[in-house]
């Protein structure tokens, strides 16, 4: 069991928006399907082949908080795991994997927030942060979390 923190840009999603499609999920919607890629056999080399593929369908655009990593971690999501979803430094809810995920992606078209993975049907909403502690301007993207794994896990007790 793994705890996650999933950075929900408000400008493309939100977490009401992925919990109605029962999904988790990370943007960049131009990168194309990456089912061929699935599963990882090299984690370097996958997030090489990401990193340069953004930087390709994104006219050479470079971000530092390194998207060959981001999407990395989504493919990391197991049965079990617990997800934090925050927007911005605001704790909204805590998603559960309460079954073995698959990869998807979504319709770019409709949803920037297009690399997903599913089914994800058990949802905590909070409020007040839920007593949550998490960094002063929120995860970026996709990150483990360094806080009590015992004290996510109450929230589904």
């Known amino acids: 069991m793994a705890v996650w923190l999933l950075a929900i840009d408000r400008e493309y999603s ?7 499609r029962k999904v988790l999920g990370q943007g960049w919607s131009k990168i194309v399907d990456l089912s061929p890629l699935l599963p990882v056999k090299s984690e370097q ?3 090489e082949v990401i990193t340069s ?3 390709y369908v994104y006219d050479d655009w470079e971000d530092s908080r390194d ?6 971690n989504l493919t990391k999501f197991s049965n079990g795991d617990y997800v934090i979803c925050c927007e911005g430094e605001s704790v ?5 994997l309460t079954e073995p995920v698959k990869y998807h992606y979504d319709n770019p078209k409709l949803y920037e927030y297009a690399q ?3 089914p994800v049907t058990a949802w905590v909403d909070l409020t007040e942060n839920g007593k949550i502690k998490i960094k002063s301007m929120g995860p970026v993207g996709i990150q483990r979390y360094g806080g009590d794994v015992e ?7």
């Open 67 to 72: 998207p060959g990593r981001i999407i990395l």
């Open 116 to 118: 997903v993975i599913y």
């Open 92 to 96: 909204r809810g805590i998603a559960k």
């Open 151 to 157: 004290h996510i896990a109450s929230f589904f007790e």
């Open 53 to 55: 593929y953004v930087s």
């Open 14 to 20: 939100s977490y009401e928006e992925l919990k109605y």
């Open 45 to 47: 080399k996958f997030r």
